[in-house]
């Protein structure tokens, strides 16, 4: 029995990678396979929930001013939400995709789609909130949770481009658009 991964379409522009069915019905520039763009979504997350923890702690280590420290400590802690809420996403992706018959089929496919952009649209809402009360706790006269305001809102902004960058690509029906 071959990867986990040997089964996988992909619908590139210019070279096919090795082990990836081309021959697909459903490729087409604007198809993207489903399992692929989660995982890709998951491992964005990670790094940026990596470089948020590496950067947040550095900055509330080095800084003893009470702002900084606190953007730092706000930044490192989103940092470790990102990572933890990204291996969970790959874990349930994971199972998700041995429950089912044929995880490449077309409804499988779309049905993944559907509920992925859901949860990214329902995610990018939650981001513009993130936003708001980030900026209104930036305006606080205390340092400390002016700080954190401006961390909440720099994570608030990221996830917001990154959720709507995604949910954008996981249009339902993007299946139906094929080559001629």
């Not at 900055?59 to 989103?78: E, F, H, I, K, S």
């Not at 209104?136 to 709507?164: C, K, N, T």
């Amino acid at each position: 029995m071959g990867s986990r991964f040997s089964r996988r379409i992909c619908c590139v522009r210019r070279r096919p990678q090795v082990g990836c069915r081309t021959d697909h019905p459903v490729c087409s520039d604007r198809w993207v396979d489903i399992w692929e763009r989660e995982h890709r979504l998951a491992w964005t997350t990670v790094g940026w929930g990596a470089l948020s923890g590496v950067v947040g702690l550095a900055a509330a280590v080095r800084w003893r001013d009470p702002w900084r420290r606190a953007l730092g400590l706000q930044t490192a802690g989103w940092g470790a939400v990102d990572i933890g809420i990204a291996v969970v996403g790959l874990r349930l992706q994971q199972r998700r995709m041995r429950a089912l018959t044929d995880a490449y089929a077309d409804a499988a496919h779309e049905a993944e789609r559907v509920k992925l952009r859901r949860i990214l649209l329902v995610n990018a809402a939650a981001d513009v909130g993130y936003v708001v009360l980030g900026a209104v706790l930036a305006r606080d006269s205390r340092p400390r949770v002016a700080g954190s305001g401006v961390a909440i809102v720099i994570q608030g902004a990221f996830l917001l481009a990154h959720d709507s960058v995604h949910a954008i690509g996981a249009q339902p029906g993007a299946a139906s658009v094929r080559k001629t």
